[in-house]
């Protein structure tokens, strides 16, 4: 819709995607329904045929969620958008709907711990390999990952937790120079810090649990899609897109839907036989959280900024990571990027006395609640080489990018004097 692409990002979270009509519900109606009512049985027939726009049984759209996607969709100021029932099905499809069993990929190394085993275990049994590189490196040394099967790129925004900052435009430039396209997992800013097709990506992926949602209700993904990618460019490359799907009477995807071809075909193919969609009642949550995402987000970065100021003059403290410090490696590039410089409510750090004294810190937190969660209203925190990354000698931490005695802490929309008081008596004890 034209007027919400002009609108402000304010005004999206508000009131994109639902657009009532005389009389009907002000607010996102959830349509718990599996199934759809039609007058006729060729009025159906269009539908399993593609042919017609509509709703037929909730496994491969669904009112309710469509109608978030497309709020999401506009935030980002894409062309079509779908929700997955996670952030894991987002990243599985958006990959999966491009390359098959044969062909490879080029992934950033420093991705969300559930991502790097998607890509290096699961997906390696499917027949897809992938070549993990370091994001920092330069476009030459990059370049040497591609081979002549490679079909997408793909990397996060923030990557969680390790908090490096990607630079979007020359990983745009890296893909499109080898005629791929590029996704990025804009999870961690949320299109309110950063809208990486506005630096050439071509799409992007979320894990709306995090931000989005903002109050850990609700596991979700969404996928959206700049429609900027030239698939026909390439054609012999990407077959799935421009060659007749034997699944739909021969339809070939960037021919018939054009611009929204990629959306449909992993809606009409994964979506149907993978079926990972959300369940309408959460996608309404989803939307509750989105309507306040734009509050929400600048508090959580303000909090987060003055936290890491607070835990960098701190002589207990050994290091702090957070691309709002003028100290961070990260500090130019995310100025440039990202709305205010402000990347996400997330800060890493590390006690002197190493992996011992974070886990005795941690312990002695009260406000700060020690969860398997990032990015929602409350504070929380997590010590990876103990959670996420317990498998892992210290050896291979190190190797992961994240050190044996990161504290990742996910900072809350409380007052911040509160959250800083309970950091500073825990470090005191
Ligand atoms: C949490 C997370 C995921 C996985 O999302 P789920 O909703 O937990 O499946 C993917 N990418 C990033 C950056 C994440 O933080």
Known sequence: MSKEKKANLETLCVQAGWTPKKGESRVLPIYQSTTFKYDNTEQMADLFDLKADGYFYTRLQNPTNDAVAAKITALEGGVAGMLTSSGQAANFYAVFNICEAGDHFVSAASIYGGTFNLFSVTMKKLGIDVTFVDQDASEEELAKAFRPNTKC??????????????????????????????????????????????????????????????????????????????????????????????????????????????????????????????????????????????????????????????????????????????????????????????????????????????????????????????????TSVLHPASHTHRQLTDEQLLEAGVRPDLIRFSVGIENVDDIIADIEQALNK
């Open 153 to 378: 790129v793909f990397a996060e925004t923030v990557a969680n937790p390790v908090l490096s900052v990607l630079d979007i435009e020359k990983f745009a430039r890296l893909a499109h120079s080898h005629g791929v396209p590029l996704i990025v997992d804009n999870t961690f800013p949320t299109p309110i810090n950063c809208r990486p097709f506005e630096f050439g990506a071509d799409i992007v992926t979320h894990s709306t649990s995090k931000y989005m949602d903002g109050h850990a209700t609700s596991v979700g993904g969404c996928i959206v899609d700049s429609g900027n990618f030239d698939w026909d460019a390439n054609a012999d490359n990407f077959p799935g897109m421009t060659k007749p799907d034997p699944s739909y009477h021969g339809l070939a995807y960037s021919k018939a839907f054009g611009k929204k071809g990629y959306i449909v075909k992993a809606t009409a193919q994964l979506m149907r036989d993978f079926g990972s969609i959300p369940s309408p009642h959460n996608a309404f949550l989803l939307n509750l959280g989105l309507e306040t995402l734009h509050l929400r987000v600048p508090r959580h970065c303000e909090n987060a900024q003055k936290i890491a100021e607070y835990l960098e003059k701190n002589d207990k403290v050994a290091w702090v990571n957070y691309s709002g410090l003028k100290s961070n490696k990260y500090y130019e590039l995310a100025q440039k990027q990202f709305r205010n410089g402000a990347s996400c409510g997330v800060v890493t750090f590390g006690l002197k006395g190493g992996r011992d004294e974070s886990i005795k810190f941690m312990d002695n937190l009260k406000l700060a609640c020690i969860v398997t969660h990032v990015a929602d209203a409350r």
